[in-house]
């Protein structure tokens, strides 16, 4: 079936006729029973029962226990509607050893699910490696052996012997980019290895063998194959939301080179038979080339019918001068991944829909010949049973928006066959344990009960009608729902807070009305009225030194912030959020109910934190403008219109070629002044020429040479920030250059030591106590049920003798 043209068919955005709905799960994140009917240990396994490798210790010895509950599972398969499922075979069920007879008793369960799935009319769709390889093979070198790809094909003709006559469709490898770069590469998965030449040799091997694999296949008569990848748009900031914008040099030469590790280093050997040139010279100047033999890309390289995608978000990445290497992508230097700016699920990841529409097209012209489907989609949120229903708005629209995505792709002529979402139930997911929730049904993994969430509900009717309603359901509010019942908003949250002051009575009637509307309580209904602590969380999500330099600025908002809530009454907890492992412990402190809100001071705008706190129902606000700030309240000074008066005045002043030195590009604030900079200089004739710092004198005197070098004839620049502004005359004045005779300078932020350089520094004053105070009355408005809007803070120039 060839999807080129679809109608829209009255109220619908039909998808076209055999269009595939189905669901996704893989066998270690669901099956349990790992000691049950001769199953050999995995390398998850192995990896999950060693101490601090997986959040709390979780492992996959009981999961989901699909292994005995699969007939139930197929049940609740059918009575959604799903016309496929798609499955991985646990390689240390077949073969525990890796090699060798297949193991009987494991080829039954397949053979038994695979046959209660054709009763349900459910189409089985098989991957053959889900990342579950036997631990003795990885005893033998495991990816990095190349005997692994042999083994494999092996593996894949034993399963297809006893199932081929009932199943269809056959994939061969799973994400073999997750399994090299972050089980090889950086360790947070199985095997947890931590070598980029390793990584780089396993990725090879795993498309070896998905070629072996598939020729295997084949030759046993196999009527469709397809291989999984991972898959994602490679941007800059400025493509999220213009995908046609046209890039420097530097920003073109990093996308195509993400590009190739993460996208071309599967595709291109998979579907043309060739490595891309400049993915080639990072791996031989990492790894060398010797792994790579006579015949392999052949191999690789057999034909498929279907190309699986499993999109979640995408990569967004730009030319940073000086940055290290990604440990995720070996060979970045002087790479930024700067993250999309855009709301982010539990797992940080930012939810940007059109990028699968951007995906689906690219790979509809650069690879033509197969055939397309998504294979994995979906979204992790913190789920909150209530009464009998999960009411995940925020996954049913998240699923909504990427359908629609699928949609667009489809009428722009993708080949797009068919869409399982991931995943079809709760699980153990993988180094997060049981924490992140993917499932369209819930599971209690003491209970082991199944409880379809009103996700599953709504992907149900999206596969009865065979697509989406043109126009998308308005979410139910608070207001709604206290209209519904008859009461006032906050006998409302009292209930959903589950506080004993209001009657069964109309305790009732209000989950009664929250039940039939689909509410899902957002931050504002679980603050309005709550259980006190009195105790508010001051957390600094970034620490580095980077990220603040010695800004003594910085260190005023936080003793004013800590002072003001102390005069308040409110007893204050400092924490820091500067690592994975730290970020972890802050949301689990604050989801447990310990404090009544947040005070965040968040530098980076692909920090995850602001998003998980903004989903808690806790009371936040954001000291400065955050990258999910739509859904966060802050409170900021006015970059952009401070950076905008600033270069005015220089303009003002007769000056002609005005360069800026802005800070990190993945800070907000740094990104305002610099946009504040361009539109003072829009429609001038002046161009922008731009530098970049990292907040410190250091960085700040280094761009300034810099600028220097390349525009020996500049005569202003305006810095974003003080501290390099003051390395930035420092330079002036080694170089040799009058400030302002020769050159004018003005600074941001107005710190103390602005009026005794010499000359003093004209400057933007910023007032950061009053921005602390602010916030911390936003806060205990918000905690106190009134509203929670944002406040921007007036700046002021004051003009000294720089300029």
Same mark, same amino acid.
């Given at each position: 079936?060839?999807?080129?043209?679809?109608?829209?068919?009255?109220?619908?955005?039909?998808?076209?006729?055999?269009?595939?709905?189905?669901?996704?799960?893989?066998?270690?994140?669901?099956?349990?029973?790992?000691?049950?009917?001769?199953?050999?240990?995995?390398?998850?396994?192995?990896?999950?029962?060693?101490?601090?490798?997986?959040?709390?210790?979780?492992?996959?010895?009981?999961?989901?226990?699909?292994?005995?509950?699969?007939?139930?599972?197929?049940?609740?398969?059918?009575?959604?509607?799903?016309?496929?499922?798609?499955?991985?075979?646990?390689?240390?069920?077949?073969?525990?050893?890796?090699?060798?007879?297949?193991?009987?008793?494991?080829?039954?369960?397949?053979?038994?699910?695979?046959?209660?799935?054709?009763?349900?009319?459910?189409?089985?769709?098989?991957?053959?490696?889900?990342?579950?390889?036997?631990?003795?093979?990885?005893?033998?070198?495991?990816?990095?052996?190349?005997?692994?790809?042999?083994?494999?094909?092996?593996?894949?003709?034993?399963?297809?012997?006893?199932?081929?006559?009932?199943?269809?469709?056959?994939?061969?490898?799973?994400?073999?980019?997750?399994?090299?770069?972050?089980?090889?590469?950086?360790?947070?998965?199985?095997?947890?290895?931590?070598?980029?030449?390793?990584?780089?040799?396993?990725?090879?091997?795993?498309?070896?063998?998905?070629?072996?694999?598939?020729?295997?296949?084949?030759?046993?008569?196999?009527?469709?194959?397809?291989?999984?990848?991972?898959?994602?748009?490679?941007?800059?900031?400025?493509?999220?939301?213009?995908?046609?914008?046209?890039?420097?040099?530097?920003?073109?030469?990093?996308?195509?080179?993400?590009?190739?590790?993460?996208?071309?280093?599967?595709?291109?050997?998979?579907?043309?038979?060739?490595?891309?040139?400049?993915?080639?010279?990072?791996?031989?100047?990492?790894?060398?080339?010797?792994?790579?033999?006579?015949?392999?890309?052949?191999?690789?390289?057999?034909?498929?019918?279907?190309?699986?995608?499993?999109?979640?978000?995408?990569?967004?990445?730009?030319?940073?001068?000086?940055?290290?290497?990604?440990?995720?992508?070996?060979?970045?230097?002087?790479?930024?991944?700067?993250?999309?700016?855009?709301?982010?699920?539990?797992?940080?990841?930012?939810?940007?829909?059109?990028?699968?529409?951007?995906?689906?097209?690219?790979?509809?012209?650069?690879?033509?010949?197969?055939?397309?489907?998504?294979?994995?989609?979906?979204?992790?949120?913190?789920?909150?049973?209530?009464?009998?229903?999960?009411?995940?708005?925020?996954?049913?629209?998240?699923?909504?928006?990427?359908?629609?995505?699928?949609?667009?792709?489809?009428?722009?002529?993708?080949?797009?066959?068919?869409?399982?979402?991931?995943?079809?139930?709760?699980?153990?997911?993988?180094?997060?344990?049981?924490?992140?929730?993917?499932?369209?049904?819930?599971?209690?993994?003491?209970?082991?009960?199944?409880?379809?969430?009103?996700?599953?509900?709504?992907?149900?009717?999206?596969?009865?009608?065979?697509?989406?309603?043109?126009?998308?359901?308005?979410?139910?509010?608070?207001?709604?729902?206290?209209?519904?019942?008859?009461?006032?908003?906050?006998?409302?949250?009292?209930?959903?807070?589950?506080?004993?002051?209001?009657?069964?009575?109309?305790?009732?009637?209000?989950?009664?009305?929250?039940?039939?509307?689909?509410?899902?309580?957002?931050?504002?209904?679980?603050?309005?009225?709550?259980?006190?602590?009195?105790?508010?969380?001051?957390?600094?999500?970034?620490?580095?030194?980077?990220?603040?330099?010695?800004?003594?600025?910085?260190?005023?908002?936080?003793?004013?912030?800590?002072?003001?809530?102390?005069?308040?009454?409110?007893?204050?907890?400092?924490?820091?959020?500067?690592?994975?492992?730290?970020?972890?412990?802050?949301?689990?402190?604050?989801?447990?109910?310990?404090?009544?809100?947040?005070?965040?001071?968040?530098?980076?705008?692909?920090?995850?934190?602001?998003?998980?706190?903004?989903?808690?129902?806790?009371?936040?606000?954001?000291?400065?403008?955050?990258?999910?700030?739509?859904?966060?309240?802050?409170?900021?000074?006015?970059?952009?219109?401070?950076?905008?008066?600033?270069?005015?005045?220089?303009?003002?002043?007769?000056?002609?070629?005005?360069?800026?030195?802005?800070?990190?590009?993945?800070?907000?604030?740094?990104?305002?002044?610099?946009?504040?900079?361009?539109?003072?200089?829009?429609?001038?004739?002046?161009?922008?020429?731009?530098?970049?710092?990292?907040?410190?004198?250091?960085?700040?005197?280094? /761009?300034?040479?810099?600028?220097? =070098?390349?525009? &020996?004839?500049?005569? $202003? @620049?305006?810095?974003? %920030? !003080? *501290?390099? +502004?003051?390395?930035?005359?420092? /330079?002036?004045?080694?170089?040799? =250059?009058?400030? &302002?005779?020769?050159? $004018? @300078?003005?600074?941001? %932020? !107005? *710190?103390? +030591?602005?009026?005794?350089?010499?000359?003093?520094?004209?400057?933007? =004053?910023?007032?950061?106590?009053?921005? $602390?105070?602010?916030?911390?009355?936003? *806060?205990?408005?918000?905690?106190?049920?009134?509203?929670?809007?944002?406040?921007?803070?007036?700046?002021?120039?004051?003009?000294?003798?720089?300029?």
């Amino acid at each position: 079936m060839t999807a080129t043209t679809i109608a829209t068919q009255g109220q619908n955005l039909a998808f076209p006729d055999g269009f595939v709905w189905g669901a996704a799960t893989a066998a270690y994140q669901i099956e349990g029973a790992v000691h049950e009917d001769g199953r050999g240990p995995s390398i998850w396994d192995t990896f999950s029962h060693a101490p601090g490798m997986v959040a709390d210790g979780h492992t996959g010895d009981t999961a989901s226990d699909h292994y005995h509950r699969y007939k139930d599972d197929v049940r609740l398969m059918r009575e959604l509607g799903l016309r496929a499922y798609r499955f991985s075979v646990a390689w240390p069920r077949i073969q525990p050893s890796g090699s060798g007879p297949a193991n009987a008793a494991g080829l039954d369960f397949y053979e038994r699910l695979v046959d209660e799935l054709l009763a349900a009319d459910v189409s089985p769709y098989v991957t053959l490696y889900h990342w579950d390889l036997p631990q003795v093979l990885e005893d033998l070198g495991g990816w990095t052996n190349r005997d692994t790809a042999y083994r494999f094909a092996d593996y894949a003709h034993a399963v297809h012997e006893r199932l081929g006559d009932r199943v269809g469709t056959w994939m061969t490898i799973n994400e073999p980019w997750v399994a090299a770069f972050l089980g090889y590469g950086i360790g947070v998965h199985a095997p947890g290895r931590t070598s980029p030449e390793d990584a780089f040799r396993a990725s090879h091997h795993l498309l070896l063998a998905h070629g072996l694999g598939a020729r295997a296949l084949r030759e046993a008569g196999a009527r469709e194959i397809a291989l999984t990848l991972n898959l994602a748009p490679v941007v800059t900031p400025g493509q999220l939301n213009d995908p046609e914008l046209a890039l420097s040099a530097e920003d073109a030469e990093a996308v195509n080179r993400v590009d190739c590790l993460l996208n071309r280093q599967l595709l291109d050997p998979a579907l043309r038979g060739e490595y891309p040139a400049p993915l080639l010279d990072i791996v031989d100047r990492i790894a060398g080339l010797g792994h790579i033999h006579d015949g392999d890309l052949d191999a690789i390289s057999q034909p498929i019918d279907l190309l699986g995608i499993n999109y979640y978000t995408p990569c967004v990445v730009q030319s940073g001068p000086g940055e290290p290497s990604n440990p995720v992508y070996p060979g970045t230097e002087d790479i930024l991944f700067s993250g999309a700016y855009a709301p982010t699920t539990a797992m940080g990841w930012p939810i940007v829909p059109t990028g699968l529409s951007q995906l689906l097209a690219r790979l509809t012209r650069d690879y033509p010949e197969v055939g397309l489907l998504v294979t994995e989609n979906g979204a992790a949120f913190d789920d909150v049973v209530t009464g009998e229903r999960v009411h995940d708005a925020d996954r049913t629209a998240f699923l909504e928006g990427h359908l629609r995505a699928a949609h667009a792709a489809i009428e722009s002529g993708t080949d797009l066959r068919g869409y399982l979402v991931w995943s079809l139930m709760d699980n153990f997911e993988w180094a997060e344990g049981y924490h992140r929730r993917f499932g369209i049904v819930h599971v209690d993994f003491g209970t082991q009960r199944r409880l379809p969430k009103d996700s599953a509900l709504w992907y149900r009717d999206v596969i009865e009608r065979n697509g989406l309603r043109r126009e998308r359901a308005k979410r139910p509010t608070l207001e709604a729902v206290a209209a519904r019942a008859g009461v006032s908003r906050s006998t409302v949250s009292r209930v959903i807070n589950g506080e004993d002051t209001v009657s069964d009575e109309f305790r009732a009637i209000v989950m009664n009305a929250v039940n039939e509307l689909g509410y899902v309580p957002n931050s504002a209904a679980r603050s309005l009225v709550t259980q006190r602590t009195d105790s508010i969380a001051l957390i600094i999500s970034d620490s580095d030194a980077k990220a603040y330099g010695d800004d003594p600025l910085f260190s005023t908002m936080v003793r004013s912030a800590g002072r003001a809530l102390e005069e308040a009454g409110k007893h204050v907890t400092l924490m820091l959020a500067d690592s994975t492992k730290s970020r972890l412990r802050v949301e689990q402190y604050v989801a447990a109910g310990h404090v009544d809100g947040v005070i965040l001071v968040s530098a980076h705008g692909a920090d995850p934190l602001p998003g998980a706190l903004a989903r808690m129902g806790v009371p936040v606000v954001s000291l400065g403008r955050s990258s999910v700030s739509a859904a966060l309240p802050y409170v900021d000074v006015d970059n952009v219109g401070g950076a905008t008066a600033a270069v005015t005045h220089l303009l003002h002043r007769g000056r002609r070629r005005i360069a800026t030195i802005c800070g990190p590009v993945d800070m907000v604030a740094a990104q305002d002044r610099l946009t504040g900079y361009r539109e003072a200089l829009r429609g001038t004739g002046h161009r922008s020429i731009v530098a970049i710092g990292d907040l410190t004198r250091a960085s700040g005197a280094d /761009a300034m040479r810099l600028l220097l =070098r390349d525009d &020996p004839a500049l005569d $202003a @620049v305006f810095v974003a %920030d !003080d *501290l390099m +502004a003051i390395g930035a005359l420092h /330079a002036l004045h080694e170089a040799g =250059r009058r400030v &302002p005779e020769d050159v $004018a @300078v003005v600074g941001f %932020d !107005d *710190l103390e +030591a602005a009026s005794y350089t010499v000359p003093p520094l004209t400057t933007v =004053r910023t007032l950061r106590a009053d921005q $602390a105070t602010a916030a911390v009355r936003l *806060l205990l408005r918000q905690i106190a049920g009134g509203p929670a809007s944002s406040t921007i803070l007036p700046t002021e120039l004051i003009i000294r003798k720089s300029t």
